[in-house]
């Protein structure tokens, strides 16, 4: 059995960091699941050591930030990695994983009046209209690809019936996964005092994820084209840009990498956030991870500089 001791940094911030993962263990009466280190400290993740974190704050300006070669399973950089923090539309990567285990994505679902009256100022739509019959594939492409949030609520209403019961689905493969200190509250990431993760949390997370090939498809795509039915039977049609400047070639891409793709996230409290997998010239894989940059400049240029650690 692999033990790994957590010390905390003084880096951190008291009020919002938590207990190692391994002290998590010990209160599994408190989160309601029973959690082995041996089966989370599994063989094909990344963990962390003491010395793996914190060693220099500075080299990103961002709140949060990770890179673990995933090939090797070696941690290279991790700044506040066990914070508390905003996941914006992260989220989605959530609710993604759940679409993907439990959904079958020829299945049509019927928008309703719900996923299209979000309460929230200037919340990133697709622009579905209430009766609408889109399959479930193509309603995970613009959740992934644009981060339409009435697809996310669509696809979340179809497979549990409503949103609140998805998110209970949400919750319990996080801890499935590990990912204890996380806890969601909705299916697309706007703002909740109660919603959020950690770093290393969201690393789990999209761990599992990068084994579907649908995944892996999905997030490389620059764009994508929806077809879809309107309630009177009409074809419809209209194209999604990704979010991620890499893959729109608006933010130069790195010398010697290859950025396969990934999932932004931004709100006024969670800030700028983005996590991507990457490929070296010698094919290893890599996950890299930038939360709560100040600015989508501050964001893009914290990754770039995670990159350079691959290539020294």
């Known amino acids: 059995m692999l033990i790994v001791i957590i010390i905390l940094g003084g880096c951190q911030k008291n009020s919002d960091r938590f207990f190692s993962y391994k002290d998590t263990f010990a209160s599994k009466n408190d989160l ?51 914070e508390k923090l905003y996941p914006a539309s992260l989220t989605k990567l959530m609710t993604a994983l759940i679409t993907l285990q439990r959904g079958e994505l020829d299945d049509t679902v019927t928008i309703s009046s719900n996923a299209i009256n979000i309460p929230v100022p200037g919340a990133k739509m697709c622009g579905f209209k209430e009766g609408d019959a889109i399959t479930l594939e193509t309603l995970l492409n613009c959740l992934l690809i644009y981060s339409g949030n009435d697809a996310s609520i669509a696809i979340a209403e179809h497979i549990s019936g409503s949103e609140e019961e998805f998110v209970k689905l949400m919750n319990s493969e996080a801890k499935k996964l590990g990912a204890v200190h996380t806890n969601f509250t909705n299916s697309h990431g706007l703002h909740d005092e109660n919603h959020y993760t950690t770093a290393y949390d969201l690393y789990l997370i999209f761990n599992e994820l990068i084994q579907y090939d649908t995944f892996i498809n999905i997030i490389s795509k620059d764009s994508y084209t929806a077809s879809y039915m309107d ?49 070296d010239g010698n094919n290893n894989q890599y996950i890299s991870l930038v939360l709560k940059a100040s600015n989508s400049d501050e964001l893009y240029s914290d990754m770039s500089s995670l990159f350079s650690i691959i290539n020294e």
């Open 32 to 82: 309601g699941i029973t959690l082995s280190e041996s089966s989370f400290f599994a063989d094909d993740l990344v963990v962390l050591a003491d010395d793996d974190y914190g060693i220099d704050d500075d080299y990103v300006k961002s709140e949060a930030a990770l890179l673990f070669d995933i090939t090797n399973k070696e941690a290279l950089y991790a700044k506040n990695p066990y």
């Open 231 to 279: 309630k009177d039977g009409n074809n419809k049609e209209s194209t999604f840009r990704t979010t991620n400047l890499y893959l729109r070639n608006q933010v130069e891409s790195p010398e010697n990498i290859q950025i396969v793709g990934g999932k932004t996230g931004v709100t006024s409290r969670a800030g700028n956030c983005l996590i991507l997998l990457l490929k």
